[in-house]
């Protein structure tokens, strides 16, 4: 589909503009982190003026927020395995935008809210639909956005879906794969579940948070708290990432965008 078939199929209604962005808020929930490490901040507004003395016509506020807050993108500086590698405000436009390959575990999180992503399942969308294209975000449904209202659900301590140790490396090792993005909280539910190599997931220095050690030390990026992906298929849409180009940043609030052609 060209560029111009893009927008003129906007303007006719053949194509479809999602918003995959949770709603920024001071309820948003942020990654829960224990003692004694340090969390994250959540939004904040800090009011200037407001139609009074401090500014008569206009009203504005500054804010408090976390990089890591709301729908966002980690950039490989965030973990320690990419810790000299691309801050957000240096990841190139051309690897945050392109294809989508949605993964459907939806039956399989109703059963097990920690459930893993595996090699296996990458595998056979590869096997039904073809090798991922250059610039892929391959991105996990799950239904869990529905409890993005509910923070004790959301984030809370019974965890939500992740990803295993053996399939982190097999998506940091994919040359096709730009991002990794998901509905939950985080890329990782840290800690959670068996991998497909118990045996070695101790002595592995990526067995806390795969997703992030391994695909952020490859120079792939994660995008989480995503919502209406039950919208996409299973291919044919594409993705637009716009994280906030924070010089040095580790990650950065996003707004994220699929279009998907009708039919």
Do not use: C
Request: glycine residues 12%.
């Amino acid at each position: 589909m060209s560029i111009s078939e893009i927008f003129d199929g906007i303007a006719q209604g053949t194509v479809d503009v999602i918003d995959l962005t949770t709603p920024l808020s001071d309820a948003t929930p942020v990654v829960p982190v224990p003692a004694p490490f340090a969390a994250t901040a959540p939004l904040t507004f800090h009011p200037v003026s407001n139609f009074d003395e401090a500014g008569p016509g206009w009203k504005w506020s500054d804010i408090t927020l976390g990089e890591h807050a709301g729908t966002h993108v980690d950039a490989p500086r965030h973990w320690i395995s990419g810790k000299d590698g691309k801050s957000v405000d240096e990841i190139e436009p051309t690897r945050l935008v392109g294809p989508v390959a949605v993964i459907d575990l939806t039956a399989e999180v109703a059963e097990n809210q920690t459930f893993l992503l595996e090699t296996g399942h990458l595998e056979q969308w590869e096997a039904e639909f073809g090798r991922f294209r250059p610039g892929t975000w391959v991105v996990v449904r799950t239904g869990w956005s529905v409890h993005g209202s509910d923070p004790a659900r959301f984030a809370g301590p019974e965890g939500w879906p992740g990803i295993s140790l053996a399939a982190a490396k097999w998506l940091a090792g994919h040359p096709n794969v730009s991002g990794y993005g998901v509905e939950a909280i985080g890329i990782d539910n840290m800690g959670a579940g068996p991998s497909e190599e118990p045996a070695a997931e101790e002595q592995d220095p990526g067995a806390f948070g795969p997703g992030h050690y391994y695909l952020l030390g490859a120079d792939k990026y994660g995008l989480t708290s995503l919502r209406n992906i039950d919208r996409l298929p299973a291919a044919g849409a594409f993705i637009v990432v716009a994280p906030l180009p924070l010089v040095g940043g580790t990650g950065a609030p996003a707004r994220v965008f699929a279009f998907v052609p009708r039919g």
